[in-house]
């Protein structure tokens, strides 16, 4: 690993950089990907995030593949879809992976959503078809059964660690009651606005550690723009104090708190500011913090991104109802025609 940036030791004994490269680029962003892992390979980045859904897989493989950086330095993760849930399909889907980043094995294999849909085929256009009610819906295959598909991945040797992302409380415990290998990361939405603190204290007592996706609170995805942290008064303070920017003020706000942050830039200067490690006085931690214990949002949000039948947080359980009334009702309209 870079020996500039300080890492986490995982429940594996593997170790995890505090500061990763996100790779979420939307849609057509393939060639931007590309140059943009070329640089944060450049830049000294070697934990890289990614996904099969994301449509970067193999940008960044073509990336890693042409840098001089050797396999053993780096640390790659990427994620299994929910279409992908139904046992028989973990491998094939997990192959595919490593097909298109170009690699022998992965350092993380993640459980994306803890959400279990049709398999629809391994196009990236069918992964996230809803239907004509604007619902993807949800199968019934147990998490359980997902996850002994991953464990028998770490048997085969084809990945080293499991994380899992996007998951409740309830369905860690139940995990982990359950498990042969115990997750040994969690990646979930942190940021000043999603504190995330009854979760980070549990994953700490548990041994798992915690990586923050949307560290800036924008993802570019479901709900960009619902806040700006970076433009917070007690961010803007802590910034001038350590003559910083927002961006590594609250970056480093998540790796005081115990987290691996995984920023996301197709920026070269971003790219390369993002990259700095630097102490922040608890009490300056605490300040940001305030922020969401003002003003809690979730800016991922599976609701608003996959329909109704994925509200996996239980955060929108009144318009779920009405939306199942809804339903019901047209249902038995059409049946009486």
């Avoid at 950086?69 to 046992?87: A, D, G, I, M, W």
Wanted: some cysteine; aromatic content about 10%; proline content about 6%.
């Amino acid at each position: 690993m870079t020996a500039s940036i300080p890492t986490f030791l995982l429940n594996t004994g593997d170790r995890l950089p505090v500061i990763g490269y996100g790779t979420f680029g939307g849609k057509n962003s393939s060639e931007a990907m590309y140059e943009a892992a070329k640089e944060a390979l450049k830049v000294g980045y070697r934990f890289f995030d990614t996904a099969y859904s994301y449509t970067t897989e193999e940008a960044l493989g073509k990336a890693i593949r042409e840098s001089d950086v050797s396999r053993k330095e780096l640390f790659v993760n990427t994620k299994l879809s929910q279409t992908f849930h139904e046992p028989k399909y973990v491998r094939p889907a997990c192959e595919r992976s490593l097909s298109l980043l170009g690699l022998d094995y992965l350092d993380m294999y993640m459980v994306h959503w803890p959400l279990a849909w049709k398999f629809s085929g391994f196009e990236f256009e069918n992964l996230r078809k809803k239907d004509e009610e604007g619902d993807i819906k949800c199968i019934d295959v147990p998490l359980i059964d997902t996850w002994r598909g991953m464990e028998q991945l770490v048997k085969d040797g084809l990945v080293k660690n499991l994380g899992i992302s996007n998951f409740t409380l309830p369905m860690i415990k139940e995990l982990l009651t359950q498990c042969n290998i115990p997750p040994a990361v969690h990646q979930i939405e942190i940021h000043p606005n999603l504190l995330q603190e009854d979760m980070l204290a549990f994953c700490k007592e548990n041994n798992i550690l915690c990586i923050a996706s949307t560290p800036l609170g924008n993802p570019g995805l479901f709900g960009a723009g619902k806040i700006n942290p970076l433009a917070e008064p007690e961010v803007l303070q802590v910034a001038k104090k350590y003559g910083k920017t927002s961006a590594q003020v609250v970056l480093n706000w998540g790796i005081s708190r115990g987290c691996s942050v995984i920023p996301k830039s197709a920026t070269p200067k971003r790219i390369k500011e993002n990259f700095v490690v630097f102490p922040i006085d608890s009490k300056d931690v605490d300040l940001i913090s305030k922020i969401g214990h003002r003003n809690t949002i979730r800016v991922c949000d599976p609701f608003d991104a996959f329909g109704p039948s994925n509200d996996v947080f239980g955060e929108h359980k009144e318009e779920v109802a009405k939306w199942l009334s809804l339903r019901k009702s047209v249902n038995n309209l059409k049946s009486n025609i």
